[in-house]
C-alpha cells in the first residue's frame, strides 16, 4: 500500500507540473539493455511539429532533469513563435555523462521513443550532444533535425545560434547605449561550448573586449589558442566582473538570487536557456536594477531556424538572414516592454502567445 500511494502521489505532482503551463504530453524513456534514462516533452504543436534539442547532462535528480525538460520544452514554443516558424516546442533530456556513456545503440533506441511520437516531436542536438548522435538517431526515425551537411543536413547549428544571439546582442546595445556598435564593450561569457566559442569570435572581430568562463579547462584552453585576446577567468568570478555585457551561454538559472547582486553589466544577452531562475521574480528583479535583459528564447533563435531550413531544403544564406531578423524582433520587444512598463521576458512572452492564440482560434492549428 505504501508503494501504490507514493506512486499516486508521484503522478500527481507530474500532472499538476503539466497543467501549471499547459504542457501536452510527456514521456519517460527507460532501457536498462543501453543505459538510456531520458525525458521528452512536448509543450505545444498548435503552431507545428514540436522541434526542439535532445540535451545529455548529468542531473543530480530525475526531478532536476523533470525540471529543467519542462522548461526547456516551453522555451521552444516561443522561440518558434517569435521566430516565425511553423513548429511547436518540445525537448528531451538524457539523463547521464555525455563525455562518457554514449554509445551508439543508446541513441538508436532513443531513437525508437522519437519514432513512437509519429512525428509529434521532431529531436535535434543541444548540450552535450553532436552530429554523430543524431546520425545514430536517425537509423530509427526519421524525425531528428541537426544532420551533418554531408547527408543534406544543416550540420551543427551552433554557429548559426550564435549569429543570432549576436544579432540580438547588438539590438540590445543599440538600446540600452543608443549605438550597436559592440567594439571596446566588455562582455563575460560564461560557457565556452560551441555557441560560446563562435560567439567569442563575433565579438572578438568586431573588437569588443571578451572574458570567458567554463569548468572545462580543455575548451578554455581551444578558444584561447584561436583567439589570444580573450581573457580567462575562474568559474566563480565570472559574476563579479565589471562589465557592460553578461552573456549566459552554458546552462540555465544563473541570473538569480546570489548573482543578481553580483552583476555589474547593463546588459543580459547569452545563448543559454531558462536564464531567469524565476522568471516571474528575476524578471522584475533585472529591470528594476535598471538591466536591460534580451529574452533567450528570442535571441538564441538562429539553432532551430537553422534545423527549420533543413526540413524544406537547407539553405545557409537563407537561415542566417532570417537570424539576422533576431536584431529586429528583439527592439520591437524592448520597445513593448518600455511602452508597456513590462519586463521583456513578459513583453515577449506576450507576443509569442499572441500569434499561437490567434493561429488556435482560426481553426488553423497543426
Known amino acids: 500500500m505504501p508503494t501504490t500511494t507514493a506512486r499516486t502521489a508521484s503522478s500527481e505532482h507530474v500532472l499538476a507540473r503539466m497543467e501549471q503551463h499547459d504542457h501536452e504530453?510527456?514521456?519517460?524513456?527507460?532501457?536498462?539493455?543501453?543505459?538510456?534514462?531520458?525525458?521528452i516533452a512536448i509543450h505545444d504543436t498548435t503552431l507545428g511539429p514540436a522541434l526542439g534539442g535532445t540535451r545529455m547532462?548529468?542531473?543530480?535528480?530525475?526531478?532536476?532533469?523533470?525540471?529543467d525538460v519542462l522548461r526547456l520544452s516551453r522555451g521552444m514554443t516561443y522561440k518558434s513563435s517569435l521566430a516565425g516558424l511553423d513548429l511547436g516546442g518540445g525537448k528531451a533530456v538524457i539523463i547521464g555523462d555525455a563525455r562518457t556513456q554514449?554509445?551508439?545503440?543508446?541513441?538508436?533506441?532513443?531513437?525508437?521513443?522519437?519514432?513512437?511520437?509519429?512525428?509529434?516531436?521532431?529531436?535535434?542536438?543541444?548540450?552535450?550532444?553532436?552530429?554523430?548522435?543524431?546520425?545514430?538517431?536517425?537509423?530509427?526515425?526519421?524525425?531528428?533535425?541537426?544532420?551533418?551537411?554531408?547527408m543534406g543536413g544543416s550540420g551543427d547549428p551552433s554557429p548559426v545560434t550564435a549569429y543570432g544571439v549576436y544579432c540580438g546582442m547588438k539590438a540590445a546595445a543599440k538600446q540600452a547605449y543608443g549605438s550597436d556598435?559592440?567594439?571596446?564593450?566588455?562582455?563575460?561569457?560564461?560557457?565556452?561550448?560551441?555557441?560560446?566559442?563562435?560567439?567569442?569570435?563575433?565579438?572578438?572581430?568586431?573588437?569588443?573586449?571578451?572574458?570567458?568562463?567554463d569548468i572545462h579547462d580543455d575548451k578554455l584552453a581551444a578558444i584561447k589558442r584561436d583567439h589570444q585576446a580573450i581573457t580567462l577567468v575562474k568559474p566563480e568570478e565570472i559574476?563579479?566582473?565589471d562589465i557592460d555585457i553578461y552573456a549566459p551561454c552554458a546552462l540555465g538559472a544563473t541570473v538569480n538570487d546570489d548573482t543578481l547582486k553580483r552583476l555589474k553589466c547593463s546588459i543580459v544577452c547569452g545563448a543559454a536557456n531558462n536564464q531567469l531562475a524565476d522568471e516571474s521574480v528575476h524578471g522584475k528583479e533585472v529591470m528594476k536594477k535598471g538591466i536591460l535583459y534580451a529574452p533567450d528564447f528570442l535571441v538564441n533563435a538562429g539553432g532551430i531556424i537553422?534545423?527549420?531550413?533543413?526540413?524544406?531544403?537547407?539553405?545557409?544564406?537563407?537561415?542566417?538572414?532570417q537570424t539576422e531578423g533576431i536584431y529586429d524582433?528583439?527592439?520591437?520587444?524592448?520597445?513593448?516592454?518600455?511602452?508597456?512598463?513590462?519586463?521583456?521576458?513578459?513583453?515577449?512572452?506576450?507576443?509569442?502567445?499572441?500569434?499561437?492564440?490567434?493561429?488556435?482560434?482560426?481553426?488553423?492549428?497543426?
Open 25 to 39: 504530453e510527456l514521456l519517460f524513456c527507460h532501457d536498462r539493455a543501453t543505459g538510456l534514462k531520458a525525458i
Open 57 to 67: 547532462w548529468p542531473y543530480a535528480s530525475e526531478a532536476e532533469a523533470l525540471h
Open 102 to 150: 554514449k554509445t551508439e545503440a543508446m541513441f538508436r533506441r532513443f531513437g525508437q521513443f522519437v519514432d513512437s511520437l509519429n512525428g509529434r516531436y521532431i529531436t535535434a542536438e543541444d548540450v552535450g550532444m553532436s552530429t554523430t548522435e543524431m546520425v545514430n538517431i536517425l537509423k530509427e526515425t526519421k524525425n531528428v533535425a541537426g544532420l551533418p551537411e554531408e
Open 181 to 213: 556598435d559592440l567594439s571596446k564593450r566588455k562582455v563575460a561569457i560564461q560557457g565556452a561550448g560551441n555557441v560560446g566559442r563562435y560567439l567569442a569570435g563575433y565579438l572578438v572581430k568586431e573588437g569588443a573586449q571578451v572574458f570567458l568562463t
Open 239 to 241: 559574476y563579479d566582473l
Open 306 to 321: 537553422n534545423c527549420a531550413w533543413e526540413r524544406k531544403g537547407y539553405n545557409h544564406k537563407a537561415a542566417m538572414r
Open 329 to 366: 524582433t528583439a527592439l520591437r520587444i524592448f520597445k513593448a516592454s518600455a511602452d508597456l512598463d513590462i519586463p521583456t521576458y513578459l513583453a515577449a512572452n506576450q507576443a509569442a502567445e499572441h500569434r499561437i492564440s490567434s493561429i488556435r482560434d482560426a481553426g488553423l492549428r497543426f
